[in-house]
């Protein structure tokens, strides 16, 4: 009996722990579901979470990896963690059967057959709709012979679920402000054109907002990223031209006159990146058709998209051939610095030396920059890639060193099967609570 109550007496009731010291140690946590078992244990340390919320940021992204409709009746989708190399099933009926795109802000935008956007956020289920999409185009700005128009020609859903929104960003416009300040970029086609896609438009709204607001751009242009910098909207264009225009105060878009440099190139798809420390990157990503390197193996194609089976292979050489000459994947990378002052770009196919440890996240989302060391599994220096082309399967999905050699093939951070859809390909967004 006294040893039972000398262990009574040892107990100690940590709820009772100054908030002060709790919210330091939830800031020292690096993953969301951590968090969430710490702030599960008792009121008090729930409630200092709910006070150090707004500071809290995890260490990595996560990869929302492909819907599974088949026998799935509660919606369970994976995601994958690369920081501790482990998946976890999510119920997120909000996004099956629905084009995705992620962010650095916990939010993703979905699209669905419905053609309405809307943003999701996949832990806490917020959800915040946008603007309609009939709303985006301008006809007293683009005018009706800037689109060719088919009247025989009905509009899918299907078609447009894919290849209306071509990119979707939510961006944070004010760091100060914990909910507010979000600005989401959407660069789309026009909505009544049905063929290939030779312009696309910008249009900008804000969480509660009636409309859209339809950026004025010259004519046949490629938008390919969008990014928030320095109180100003910046976008690159497929000629590689950056264009920035003032959210705030509206008007049209300016272009920064800025010295070609002779490695830019048209074809690739490119991104902007903000590695702190007034670093402003273009990251140049270059694709390669039917290379004799790939290893995946084709077992059907789903509405013209390849599906990609790496444990069966039912067809004959010569058809996996074939289909293999009509895949896309990811052949390089190559790194631009800008200069604002002088207005030039640098290649530098390198980090700059004030992000020597850290490493990009790139595909569908918002590019995303992550201090590797502090990231579990995650290296440093290293470019970690999902699909972010119309014709890519989720074969192209890798991890490469950011100076890498083109013979290098690139390794995998994911060995699931889960990475193929006609839908949606697996895409980055940070998980936040």
Not at 127 to 138: A, E, K, Q, W
Not at 139 to 159: M, R, S, T
Not at 294 to 306: L, Q
Not at 388 to 410: A, L, Q, T, W
Request: aromatic share 10%; proline share 5%; net charge positive.
């Amino acid at each position: 009996m006294d040893c039972g109550r000398g262990r009574r007496r040892r107990f100690r009731d940590w709820s009772n722990l100054p908030s002060e010291i709790v919210e330091e140690i939830i800031l020292k946590i690096d993953f969301p579901e951590d968090v969430i078992r710490f702030s599960s244990v008792c009121h008090e340390w729930l409630a200092a979470f709910r006070g150090v919320r707004s500071k809290w940021r995890p260490l990595n992204p996560w990869l929302l990896l492909c819907e599974n409709a088949q026998d799935n009746v509660e919606c369970l989708r994976k995601v994958y963690n690369p920081g501790n190399n482990k998946c976890y099933s999510l119920k997120l009926p909000e996004t099956f059967g629905k084009n995705c795109w992620g962010s650095d802000c916990g939010w993703i935008v979905t699209y669905g057959l419905d053609l309405q956007l809307t943003m999701f956020n996949p832990l806490t289920k917020a959800c915040i709709g946008l603007p309609p999409t009939d709303t985006m185009m301008s006809e007293k700005l683009i005018g009706l012979d800037h689109c060719e128009i088919n009247n025989n020609c009905k509009y899918k859903a299907y078609w447009m679920r894919k290849n209306h929104i071509l990119r979707a960003c939510v961006l944070k416009t004010n760091e100060k402000e914990c909910d507010g300040g979000l600005l989401v970029a959407v660069i789309h086609t026009h909505k009544r054109y049905y063929g290939f896609v030779h312009t696309t438009y910008l249009s900008v709204a804000k969480p509660g907002d009636t409309r859209w607001t339809l950026i004025e751009t010259p004519r046949e242009m490629m938008i390919h990223d969008v990014l928030f910098y320095k109180d100003l909207l910046y976008f690159v264009d497929e000629k590689c031209g950056m264009w920035y225009v003032d959210v705030n105060k509206g008007g049209p878009a300016m272009e920064l006159q800025i010295e070609r440099h002779k490695r830019l190139d048209c074809r690739p798809i490119k991104y902007l990146v903000d590695l702190g420390n007034q670093q402003l990157c273009l990251v140049q990503r270059h694709y390669l058709t039917g290379s004799p390197r790939m290893t995946i193996t084709i077992t059907r194609t789903k509405n013209g998209i390849p599906i990609v089976d790496p444990d069966k292979c039912p067809l004959n050489d010569r058809q996996i051939s074939y289909i293999k000459s009509k895949l896309v994947y990811t052949e390089s990378f190559q790194i631009f610095k800008l200069d604002l002052s002088s207005k030039r770009w640098k290649f530098v196919n390198d980090l700059p030396s004030e992000c020597d440890q850290s490493s990009l996240f790139l595909g569908k989302s918002t590019s995303l920059v992550v201090s590797a060391p502090k990231s579990g599994t995650c290296q440093a220096r290293r470019i970690y890639y999902a699909g972010d082309h119309v014709c890519i399967s989720g074969h192209d999905m890798g991890v490469r060193d950011v100076c890498f050699s083109n013979d290098e093939r690139p390794a995998k951070f994911y060995h699931g099967t889960d990475t193929n859809s006609d839908v949606c390909n697996p895409f980055w967004f940070t998980p936040l609570l």
